[in-house]
């Protein structure tokens, strides 16, 4: 604020004037000359401590659109003008009382003295209280003559080892302008990445629980941010590891060591086959495949299963389903089925030819043309709005989330305002043109510089790709084109660690940064050294998605038994087993459709097809089976749309559902066809086996199941049924009793 | 209003919309016209004899299969026992037929029927009898072959062939440049059905056989859509390694009507010469000039140099998406200074888009304008030069940023004014009722006594903006051709075809050209005819497929008459002063019932098209129109005009079928009555014989059993026919557009006092 703008303000209320000297003098007597000779700043000293009371957070005065009862502050004081005038001008003049600080609106409210919505913030004997009181008294200024600017704030130690249940108690430095370092551990905000595995007080003091791994606390003052990073070591002896068979090993493995966490041995070819065939392909082994597999002495064998998969459809429909939910192809209206089977196949065929990742994304960003002749111009019929698309676009392709930072300073991040309308002027020259279809534009090229409007300066910003500078971009070049040069740009810090991060996620179970699209300083990594070694792979195959699986799947990380040894139960996140995943609601009926030999029709699609091949969400509506198992409506670019937890539903859904019942019952189905053939009970038991589980039976499992086939079954009358109906309906039970294991319903 | 009458309108406005909604769901569209919706076979081998089957709407008493090329002659197809089998045809392919895109069409009751693509290759042809939707029963093709099949719905089609290493093998297939409904997927898979290669976007599959072996290819829609209308040509090819990529002959799109301009040769054609992306890189060129380039690679930009003077003025015209490719040219032609050492760029002119001429339907509620779009994506443009000096001319495609595809060719011309005109017509559509859009193939099968009306488009080149008289020829026999002139500086015109009420059963094709005086040098161009490949009831259901004829069948079907039709009382020219009121009566010839007692007419025609619209009787035999001259500012000439609008016909559809249909009713019902008495007969002379006598008697009693049995079955069909008959005869509301015969007027100037 200028002299002149404080000159209007106390020209709008000259009592104001009276106040401030009545304040000069009671102040002087009261306040000790130390005091006196610091003027309190409304920059560097109210906003913190506003902040750090919660006053401007988003739920309480910081609300868009009008804060609370009538006062507003800028959420989490990035606008401290307009924060000043929202205190000092509006209220009539009640919120602050320098001839009386105590008195002040502000100081009763947030100490409770008078009613409060947010109940009490601040104490009267608080430094926050003592510091806002004598701003007041100061006379309320906005800030003084050669005041300096708060440049940056460290955490010290930024980084340590913590160990179990151990203590840290940070330390928070404020920087400024004038060279000049101000404590301010007791007014930063603190917060954990992850709460289970460390606790941190509002006095930074941090508190490890027993989860061995790595966890970070994300110091936060005035739009600044800080990080401290800490492993928490499990300590325990980690006397072999597997064999490394590639970087993605030696970086588990080290981290492992490090963490003292020893791992699980690597897993047997059942599982291998049955968890790399879901993984990669989206299916169970077939019977003949598991049987080869566990019969092959070939020492390469494990590799020759994944460069199948790689090869196969399977994975290209698998990949393409993943994909196709985050892009949103939604089916709204009926008309929509072209443009939706012609997106997802686009999507489908590009894996299917391992086209590389950049090639795929720079197809999709800058598409033009009509659905039909270019099917990635689909996009554009869902994500209309250039704000919703730059949204998606970071999140999807770079992990970054700049929602925020279209009304105001993203809190956990360095991005601005400027920021997020640089992205979205890189879709400013999006020019569209309807086509014959209803909903549906074609897209072009509009010639004209790119430029995106802040809304809030008003001024027009140039296509700048967070942060930075693409140069200039002539008016006949399409900006989108530029947007993809850079996002495959070498020095892109992004565009290939949220890819590779989302891949891990997708074999892994959990990202090496969680969530896998919200990457930044203040989230670090659980591997960093692994996360920028898969990066650099992945950059240097020119963005192979396949062989960036491969080596994935071909480590033997990735190979770990699922089953945790004396020391890593508790580890979630340093991958020293295999993390079982139940399986996904398309996995998940395909496969019960492979063991029971039942289909399910889903219309416009010839018999027989896949549910992971399904192109978009329109079937989720006819099968409840989809739909309880969390099928994603395809709304959000989020993978968290698709619904992975367990559900009682589920359960019952999967004990007693009636398409459930009927699949079972199939004609021709594998129960009807095991009760019909002639051979030993025990060899079409192994079938069930190797279908449902890629194994042989136990001993134990084969006799249950054995005693089971050859009970007598009575109705409800006590009457024996008849022989055939007898024997259909025990291999009904024996499948559908092994369709309710968790070695069924979990990739493990 | 009080409460009472609120409620009271409220419910009458409830009532007439229920009431509106029961008439428009009772009404059909248009009457009928008879279509040749599908052949199969879609094409055959040059110099061979092919058997094709063919379907139809409203095509009975089927005479002729024609064709739109000579060498292309069909007789009917003759069963065991001489006679025709139904809509079978033997169709002969003459050896110097030339190969590509020709036309099928019948000659049917209500005459000359929509055109159906039949091609004409040189590689050996086969039919898809059966569908084979598995792996396992995939159809074998030889390479070098092509296969006309039908798409099974929500199935796939496999076939298989077998192929050496390193063999370049082409998979095409003919679908939308055919006339299908279908959105063609090729896969060419391993032998176990497992995918390599897919193409989805119309395009060809070009592979290179990674090992000797059999191959699996399979075909699908898109959205796995299928049925009779579903029909593709597949072609399994092998060429050389490095043959350019040719595909399978399509129709031609309606927009390319507009290319080439009249003379135009390309033997002294350019080729661009990369690198040319940047300014700094531009080609040199001399004006005038025609340039081929392309597209190619992804975000390709051409830039070209050349020095103009102040005041030149040059026209510049791309074709690509008349070329049948899916681009969109843009220019942008920059003058050139140099300040110290910068280059100052001024924009000169940006050109995009050959925007059509007359507004074309939306994708909205109901039509506001032709479903037709006689522009284009691609460029007719001026650039007038301000500035001496060097000029740069920037193409780019602004759906090629991502696209890698050298097919993705153009040509550019630059030229001097060389103002002419290109034409095209179609069958009038206009709004029948709330929400119609219909976008109906129309072949011009006249009725009796009826008139229809073509809308003509022209694309004016290089500033020619004189008027344009439209004429045709070679008409059949009773049919007049008025042409409605497309006024100086507008792009409409009207074509009004007549059928006499006695005009007899026949069919011509006909010349339909438009004549203009170009720097005073009389000049005549084609018209051409597009229309739409199949009869959409509703565009939003089913997007409408115009394209271009191959030439304009003319026929009368001799069958139906018109329901009405309106004419001035006196063939003669109706005279009157400028700034005057015309009266003009109209004598109604009404040959059905309607549904309402008036129709709302409006006119076509320059001077008179602002009439206001004006309601005639449908149940009197004359009215009058009324012209205030003075309101129209109509200037002093000569004028051809006509009256246009829409009613509701009680339409009874073939009643001639339901005499025929009885007669052969009656006539099987005697003769069952025949065989029945003499079954009576048999049956007595049975009781009275005895021994060998007996036995023969009770042979001849079964042999006519067998014969009543079969007599009943004819009565039983023969009734189902009447029946039938009977039910199509009934009277049916059917809206279509009724068009008055052409009224000559002529304005004498004001007398000046």
């Given at each position: 604020m200028t002299s002149r703008d404080m000159d209007r303000l106390q020209r709008l209320v000259p009592w104001h004037l009276v106040g401030f000297l009545l304040a000069m003098l009671t102040g002087a007597l009261s306040a000790s000359a130390g005091e006196l000779e610091r003027t309190v700043s409304f920059v560097n000293d109210v906003i913190p401590v506003l902040t750090k009371a919660g006053c401007n957070a988003g739920g309480c005065h910081?609300?868009?659109?009008?804060?609370q009862n009538g006062f507003q502050l800028s959420l989490l004081g990035f606008e401290p003008q307009e924060d000043y005038e929202h205190l000092v001008l509006e209220g009539r003049g009640r919120r602050?009382?320098?001839?009386?600080?105590?008195?002040s609106l502000m100081l009763m409210k947030a100490t409770g003295q008078v009613s409060h919505g947010?109940?009490?913030?601040?104490?009267?004997?608080s430094e926050g209280y003592s510091l806002l009181r004598q701003w007041i008294q100061q006379g309320k200024h906005f800030n003084s003559e050669g005041e300096p600017d708060l440049v940056s704030i460290v955490v010290d130690p930024a980084r340590g080892s913590v160990k179990a249940h151990g203590y840290q108690q940070l330390k928070s430095l404020a920087h400024y302008s004038d060279g000049s370092v101000r404590d301010i551990t007791g007014l930063a905000l603190y917060e954990c990445n992850d709460d289970a595995m460390a606790e941190v007080t509002d006095a930074g003091l941090v508190t490890a629980s027993d989860i061995p791994g790595k966890v970070a606390v994300m110091v936060r003052y005035q739009g600044k941010i800080a990080v401290y990073s800490a492993s928490v070591p499990?300590?325990?002896?980690?006397e072999t590891l597997p064999a490394s068979r590639n970087f993605v090993d030696e970086l588990v493995f080290a981290n492992l060591k490090e963490l003292g966490v020893p791992p699980s041995p690597v897993c047997d070819d059942a599982t291998f086959l049955r968890r790399v065939s879901i993984d990669i392909g989206g299916r169970l082994p077939t019977e003949t495949e598991a049987r080869e597999f566990l019969a092959s002495a070939d020492a390469d064998k494990r590799d020759r299963a994944i460069e199948s998969l790689l090869r196969s459809p399977d994975y290209a429909d698998y990949f393409a389903n993943k994909w196709t939910a985050l892009l949103k192809n939604?089916?709204?209206?009926?008309?929509d089925i072209t443009s939706n089977f012609a997106f997802h196949s686009w999507i489908r065929d590009s894996l299917l030819a391992n086209k590389p990742y950049d090639q795929l994304v720079r197809e999709l960003l800058a598409a033009t043309g009509t659905v039909i002749a270019?099917?990635?111009?689909?996009w554009y019929k869902r994500v209309k709005d250039p704000k919703s698309q730059i949204e998606d676009v970071a999140q999807l392709?770079?992990?970054?989330?700049?929602?925020?930072?279209?009304?105001?300073?993203?809190p956990f991040e360095r991005w601005s305002q400027d920021d997020y309308y640089g992205l979205a002027a890189f879709f400013s020259q999006v020019g569209r043109k309807p086509t014959d279809t209803r909903g549906e534009d074609l897209i072009f090229h509009k010639r004209g510089t790119a430029g995106s409007k802040n809304?809030?300066?008003g001024l027009t910003v140039k296509p700048a790709a967070l942060g930075d500078n693409v140069g200039e971009i002539a008016?006949?070049?399409?900006?989108r084109l530029r947007l993809a040069d850079w996002m495959s740009?070498?020095?892109?810090?992004f565009f290939a660690k949220a890819l590779v991060n989302r891949y891990w996620k997708h074999f892994?179970?959990?990202?090496?940064?969680?969530?896998?699209?919200?990457?930044r300083d203040t989230n670090p990594s659980t591997n960093p050294e692994l996360l920028a070694a898969l990066e650099d792979h992945f950059r240097k195959s020119d963005f192979n998605l396949k062989d960036l699986v491969r080596v994935i799947a071909s480590s033997h990380a990735y190979q770990l038994s699922a089953m945790p040894n004396e020391h890593n139960?508790?580890?979630?996140?340093?991958?020293?087993r295999y993390y079982p995943k139940r399986l996904q609601a398309e996995v998940l009926l395909d496969a019960f459709h492979q063991l029971t030999g039942a289909t399910t029709s889903f219309a416009n699609l010839p018999a027989g097809t896949r549910a992971v091949a399904?192109?978009?969400?329109?079937?989720n509506k006819s099968s409840p089976f989809l739909r309880v198992f969390g099928r994603p409506?395809?709304?959000?670019?989020?993978?968290?749309?698709r619904v992975q937890s367990a559900s009682l539903a589920q359960s019952l859904h999967l004990i007693n559902a009636s398409d459930i019942k009927s699949k079972l019952a199939t004609s021709n189905g594998r129960a009807d066809r095991l009760s019909k053939e002639e051979r030993p009970d025990a060899e079409k038991i192994g079938e069930l086996y190797m279908v449902a589980f890629s194994r042989e039976p136990r001993p134990d499992e084969l006799r249950i199941a054995l005693d089971y086939l050859a009970q007598e079954r009575t109705d409800a009358a006590g009457k024996p049924v008849d022989k055939t109906k007898a024997t259909r309906e025990n291999f009904e039970d024996l499948v559908w009793a092994l369709t309710n294991t968790k070695e069924f319903l979990f990739n493990h | 209003m009080n409460n009472h009458q609120h409620v009271v309108s409220v419910a009458a406005i409830i009532a007439a919309l229920l009431g509106a909604a029961a008439t428009t769901s009772a009404q059909s569209v248009c009457l009928p016209a008879p279509r040749l919706l599908t052949?199969?076979?879609?094409g055959g081998q040059l110099g061979s004899e092919v058997e094709v089957t063919i379907t139809g709407q409203t095509?009975?008493?089927?005479e002729q299969l024609l064709f739109?090329?000579?060498?292309i002659t069909a007789k009917p197809k003759l069963g065991t026992d001489g006679n025709p089998e139904p809509n079978k045809f033997m169709v002969t392919i003459a050896s110097d037929c030339p190969p590509g895109i020709h036309e099928a069409r019948v000659m049917s009751r209500l005459g000359v029927s929509s055109s159906r693509v039949f091609t004409v290759g040189t590689l050996v042809e086969v039919k898809q009898d059966?569908?084979?939707?598995?792996v396992a029963t995939a159809m074998p093709l030889q390479v070098n072959s092509i296969c006309n099949a039908t798409l099974p719905l929500r199935a796939v089609n496999h076939y298989s062939f077998e192929a050496k290493k390193s063999q370049r093998i082409i998979v095409d297939c003919a679908a939308k440049g055919i006339d299908s409904k279908m959105n063609p997927v090729l896969i060419i898979a391993d032998a176990?059905?497992?995918?390599?290669v897919v193409e989805r976007r119309g395009g060809a599959l070009d592979f290179t056989v990674p090992d000797d072996g059999t191959y699996v290819i399979k075909v699908h829609e898109l959205t796995f859509k299928g049925g009779a209308e579903y029909f593709y040509r597949l072609v399994v090819q092998e060429v050389a390694a490095d043959a350019p990529l040719s595909r399978l002959p399509s129709v031609r799109s309606?927009?390319?009507?507009?290319?080439?301009?009249?003379?135009?040769?390309?033997?002294?054609s350019t080729p661009e010469t990369e690198p040319n992306n940047k300014h700094a890189q531009a080609q040199k060129i001399s004006l005038p000039c025609d340039i081929t380039g392309s597209f190619?690679?992804?975000a390709d930009v051409d830039t070209f140099e050349f020095v103009a003077k102040k005041g030149d003025v040059w026209w510049v015209e791309v074709a690509s998406e008349r070329l049948g490719r899916p681009t969109d040219a843009s220019i942008i032609v920059q003058h050139v200074s140099v300040e110290g050492s910068d280059e100052k760029l001024t924009d000169v002119v940006e050109l995009s888009d050959i925007l059509s001429p007359v507004k074309r339907s939306s994708?909205?509620?109901?039509?506001?304008?032709?479903?037709?779009?006689?522009?284009?994506?691609d460029i007719l443009g001026k650039v007038e030069i301000k500035e001496d000096g060097v000029h740069r001319l920037q193409l780019s495609d602004?759906?090629?940023?991502?696209r890698n595809d050298p097919r993705n060719e153009y040509c550019l011309i630059v030229r001097k004014a060389a103002p002419d005109f290109a034409l095209v017509a179609w069958a009038l559509h206009m709004?029948?009722?709330?929400g119609d859009r219909n976008a109906l193939s129309k072949p011009i099968a006249l009725r009796g006594g009826s008139t229809m009306a073509f809308e003509v488009v022209a694309v004016r080149?290089?500033?020619?903006d004189g008027e344009i008289e439209l004429s045709m020829e070679d008409?059949?026999?009773g049919v007049t051709a008025v042409g409605l002139k497309i006024p100086a500086g507008q792009s409409r015109g009207i074509m009004l075809l007549t059928a006499q009420q006695d005009a007899p059963r026949g069919m011509h094709i006909a010349k339909f050209s438009g004549r203009a005086m170009v720097d005073g040098v009389e000049v005549i161009r084609p018209c051409q005819m597009a229309s739409m490949a199949w009869p959409v009831t509703n565009a939003w259901s089913e997007i409408p497929a115009p394209r271009l004829l191959a030439d304009i069948p003319v026929s009368v079907g001799g069958s139906e008459f018109a329901a009405i039709s309106i004419a001035a009382t006196e063939s003669k020219v109706w005279e009157a002063t400028a700034g005057a009121t015309l009266q003009v009566p109209l004598k109604h010839i009404l040959r059905e019932d309607f549904s309402g007692a008036t129709m709302g007419l409006k006119a076509f025609g320059t001077g008179f098209d602002r009439t206001p619209k004006f309601d005639v009787s449908l149940k009197a035999d004359q009215s009058e129109a009324v012209f205030n001259l003075g309101t129209l500012k109509t200037v002093p000439g000569d004028y051809l005009i006509a009256f246009y609008g829409s009613a509701v016909t009680k339409y009874r559809y073939n009643p001639e079928a339901v005499t025929a249909a009885e007669f052969a009713h009656k006539r099987a019902q005697q003769e069952a009555a025949d065989v029945a008495k003499e079954a009576e007969r048999l049956a007595q002379d049975a009781t009275a014989a005895s021994g060998d006598q007996k036995t023969e008697a009770e042979k001849a009693i079964q042999a006519v059993a067998e014969k009543k049995k079969a007599a009943d079955a004819a009565v039983a069909a023969a009734a189902k026919r009447l029946q039938d008959a009977k039910k199509l005869a009934q009277p049916k509301d059917i809206v279509d557009i009724i068009v008055s015969e052409p009224i000559a007027i002529r304005i004498k100037p004001a007398e000046t006092k």
């Amino acid at each position: 604020m200028t002299s002149r703008d404080m000159d209007r303000l106390q020209r709008l209320v000259p009592w104001h004037l009276v106040g401030f000297l009545l304040a000069m003098l009671t102040g002087a007597l009261s306040a000790s000359a130390g005091e006196l000779e610091r003027t309190v700043s409304f920059v560097n000293d109210v906003i913190p401590v506003l902040t750090k009371a919660g006053c401007n957070a988003g739920g309480c005065h910081g609300k868009a659109g009008g804060g609370q009862n009538g006062f507003q502050l800028s959420l989490l004081g990035f606008e401290p003008q307009e924060d000043y005038e929202h205190l000092v001008l509006e209220g009539r003049g009640r919120r602050l009382f320098p001839a009386d600080p105590d008195r002040s609106l502000m100081l009763m409210k947030a100490t409770g003295q008078v009613s409060h919505g947010g109940g009490v913030r601040l104490v009267a004997t608080s430094e926050g209280y003592s510091l806002l009181r004598q701003w007041i008294q100061q006379g309320k200024h906005f800030n003084s003559e050669g005041e300096p600017d708060l440049v940056s704030i460290v955490v010290d130690p930024a980084r340590g080892s913590v160990k179990a249940h151990g203590y840290q108690q940070l330390k928070s430095l404020a920087h400024y302008s004038d060279g000049s370092v101000r404590d301010i551990t007791g007014l930063a905000l603190y917060e954990c990445n992850d709460d289970a595995m460390a606790e941190v007080t509002d006095a930074g003091l941090v508190t490890a629980s027993d989860i061995p791994g790595k966890v970070a606390v994300m110091v936060r003052y005035q739009g600044k941010i800080a990080v401290y990073s800490a492993s928490v070591p499990l300590g325990a002896p980690v006397e072999t590891l597997p064999a490394s068979r590639n970087f993605v090993d030696e970086l588990v493995f080290a981290n492992l060591k490090e963490l003292g966490v020893p791992p699980s041995p690597v897993c047997d070819d059942a599982t291998f086959l049955r968890r790399v065939s879901i993984d990669i392909g989206g299916r169970l082994p077939t019977e003949t495949e598991a049987r080869e597999f566990l019969a092959s002495a070939d020492a390469d064998k494990r590799d020759r299963a994944i460069e199948s998969l790689l090869r196969s459809p399977d994975y290209a429909d698998y990949f393409a389903n993943k994909w196709t939910a985050l892009l949103k192809n939604r089916r709204d209206d009926a008309s929509d089925i072209t443009s939706n089977f012609a997106f997802h196949s686009w999507i489908r065929d590009s894996l299917l030819a391992n086209k590389p990742y950049d090639q795929l994304v720079r197809e999709l960003l800058a598409a033009t043309g009509t659905v039909i002749a270019n099917p990635p111009v689909a996009w554009y019929k869902r994500v209309k709005d250039p704000k919703s698309q730059i949204e998606d676009v970071a999140q999807l392709f770079l992990g970054v989330r700049m929602q925020c930072a279209q009304c105001h300073h993203h809190p956990f991040e360095r991005w601005s305002q400027d920021d997020y309308y640089g992205l979205a002027a890189f879709f400013s020259q999006v020019g569209r043109k309807p086509t014959d279809t209803r909903g549906e534009d074609l897209i072009f090229h509009k010639r004209g510089t790119a430029g995106s409007k802040n809304v809030k300066t008003g001024l027009t910003v140039k296509p700048a790709a967070l942060g930075d500078n693409v140069g200039e971009i002539a008016p006949d070049e399409d900006p989108r084109l530029r947007l993809a040069d850079w996002m495959s740009g070498e020095s892109n810090p992004f565009f290939a660690k949220a890819l590779v991060n989302r891949y891990w996620k997708h074999f892994f179970k959990r990202g090496l940064i969680e969530p896998e699209d919200d990457i930044r300083d203040t989230n670090p990594s659980t591997n960093p050294e692994l996360l920028a070694a898969l990066e650099d792979h992945f950059r240097k195959s020119d963005f192979n998605l396949k062989d960036l699986v491969r080596v994935i799947a071909s480590s033997h990380a990735y190979q770990l038994s699922a089953m945790p040894n004396e020391h890593n139960l508790a580890d979630r996140q340093n991958y020293s087993r295999y993390y079982p995943k139940r399986l996904q609601a398309e996995v998940l009926l395909d496969a019960f459709h492979q063991l029971t030999g039942a289909t399910t029709s889903f219309a416009n699609l010839p018999a027989g097809t896949r549910a992971v091949a399904l192109p978009d969400n329109s079937y989720n509506k006819s099968s409840p089976f989809l739909r309880v198992f969390g099928r994603p409506e395809s709304t959000s670019v989020c993978e968290c749309e698709r619904v992975q937890s367990a559900s009682l539903a589920q359960s019952l859904h999967l004990i007693n559902a009636s398409d459930i019942k009927s699949k079972l019952a199939t004609s021709n189905g594998r129960a009807d066809r095991l009760s019909k053939e002639e051979r030993p009970d025990a060899e079409k038991i192994g079938e069930l086996y190797m279908v449902a589980f890629s194994r042989e039976p136990r001993p134990d499992e084969l006799r249950i199941a054995l005693d089971y086939l050859a009970q007598e079954r009575t109705d409800a009358a006590g009457k024996p049924v008849d022989k055939t109906k007898a024997t259909r309906e025990n291999f009904e039970d024996l499948v559908w009793a092994l369709t309710n294991t968790k070695e069924f319903l979990f990739n493990h | 209003m009080n409460n009472h009458q609120h409620v009271v309108s409220v419910a009458a406005i409830i009532a007439a919309l229920l009431g509106a909604a029961a008439t428009t769901s009772a009404q059909s569209v248009c009457l009928p016209a008879p279509r040749l919706l599908t052949t199969m076979p879609m094409g055959g081998q040059l110099g061979s004899e092919v058997e094709v089957t063919i379907t139809g709407q409203t095509i009975e008493d089927l005479e002729q299969l024609l064709f739109s090329h000579p060498g292309i002659t069909a007789k009917p197809k003759l069963g065991t026992d001489g006679n025709p089998e139904p809509n079978k045809f033997m169709v002969t392919i003459a050896s110097d037929c030339p190969p590509g895109i020709h036309e099928a069409r019948v000659m049917s009751r209500l005459g000359v029927s929509s055109s159906r693509v039949f091609t004409v290759g040189t590689l050996v042809e086969v039919k898809q009898d059966q569908p084979a939707t598995t792996v396992a029963t995939a159809m074998p093709l030889q390479v070098n072959s092509i296969c006309n099949a039908t798409l099974p719905l929500r199935a796939v089609n496999h076939y298989s062939f077998e192929a050496k290493k390193s063999q370049r093998i082409i998979v095409d297939c003919a679908a939308k440049g055919i006339d299908s409904k279908m959105n063609p997927v090729l896969i060419i898979a391993d032998a176990e059905g497992r995918d390599l290669v897919v193409e989805r976007r119309g395009g060809a599959l070009d592979f290179t056989v990674p090992d000797d072996g059999t191959y699996v290819i399979k075909v699908h829609e898109l959205t796995f859509k299928g049925g009779a209308e579903y029909f593709y040509r597949l072609v399994v090819q092998e060429v050389a390694a490095d043959a350019p990529l040719s595909r399978l002959p399509s129709v031609r799109s309606v927009s390319s009507f507009s290319w080439p301009p009249a003379d135009f040769s390309r033997s002294a054609s350019t080729p661009e010469t990369e690198p040319n992306n940047k300014h700094a890189q531009a080609q040199k060129i001399s004006l005038p000039c025609d340039i081929t380039g392309s597209f190619f690679p992804a975000a390709d930009v051409d830039t070209f140099e050349f020095v103009a003077k102040k005041g030149d003025v040059w026209w510049v015209e791309v074709a690509s998406e008349r070329l049948g490719r899916p681009t969109d040219a843009s220019i942008i032609v920059q003058h050139v200074s140099v300040e110290g050492s910068d280059e100052k760029l001024t924009d000169v002119v940006e050109l995009s888009d050959i925007l059509s001429p007359v507004k074309r339907s939306s994708n909205g509620y109901a039509y506001d304008g032709p479903p037709y779009n006689a522009g284009s994506a691609d460029i007719l443009g001026k650039v007038e030069i301000k500035e001496d000096g060097v000029h740069r001319l920037q193409l780019s495609d602004l759906f090629g940023g991502t696209r890698n595809d050298p097919r993705n060719e153009y040509c550019l011309i630059v030229r001097k004014a060389a103002p002419d005109f290109a034409l095209v017509a179609w069958a009038l559509h206009m709004e029948l009722r709330n929400g119609d859009r219909n976008a109906l193939s129309k072949p011009i099968a006249l009725r009796g006594g009826s008139t229809m009306a073509f809308e003509v488009v022209a694309v004016r080149r290089d500033g020619f903006d004189g008027e344009i008289e439209l004429s045709m020829e070679d008409l059949p026999t009773g049919v007049t051709a008025v042409g409605l002139k497309i006024p100086a500086g507008q792009s409409r015109g009207i074509m009004l075809l007549t059928a006499q009420q006695d005009a007899p059963r026949g069919m011509h094709i006909a010349k339909f050209s438009g004549r203009a005086m170009v720097d005073g040098v009389e000049v005549i161009r084609p018209c051409q005819m597009a229309s739409m490949a199949w009869p959409v009831t509703n565009a939003w259901s089913e997007i409408p497929a115009p394209r271009l004829l191959a030439d304009i069948p003319v026929s009368v079907g001799g069958s139906e008459f018109a329901a009405i039709s309106i004419a001035a009382t006196e063939s003669k020219v109706w005279e009157a002063t400028a700034g005057a009121t015309l009266q003009v009566p109209l004598k109604h010839i009404l040959r059905e019932d309607f549904s309402g007692a008036t129709m709302g007419l409006k006119a076509f025609g320059t001077g008179f098209d602002r009439t206001p619209k004006f309601d005639v009787s449908l149940k009197a035999d004359q009215s009058e129109a009324v012209f205030n001259l003075g309101t129209l500012k109509t200037v002093p000439g000569d004028y051809l005009i006509a009256f246009y609008g829409s009613a509701v016909t009680k339409y009874r559809y073939n009643p001639e079928a339901v005499t025929a249909a009885e007669f052969a009713h009656k006539r099987a019902q005697q003769e069952a009555a025949d065989v029945a008495k003499e079954a009576e007969r048999l049956a007595q002379d049975a009781t009275a014989a005895s021994g060998d006598q007996k036995t023969e008697a009770e042979k001849a009693i079964q042999a006519v059993a067998e014969k009543k049995k079969a007599a009943d079955a004819a009565v039983a069909a023969a009734a189902k026919r009447l029946q039938d008959a009977k039910k199509l005869a009934q009277p049916k509301d059917i809206v279509d557009i009724i068009v008055s015969e052409p009224i000559a007027i002529r304005i004498k100037p004001a007398e000046t006092k």
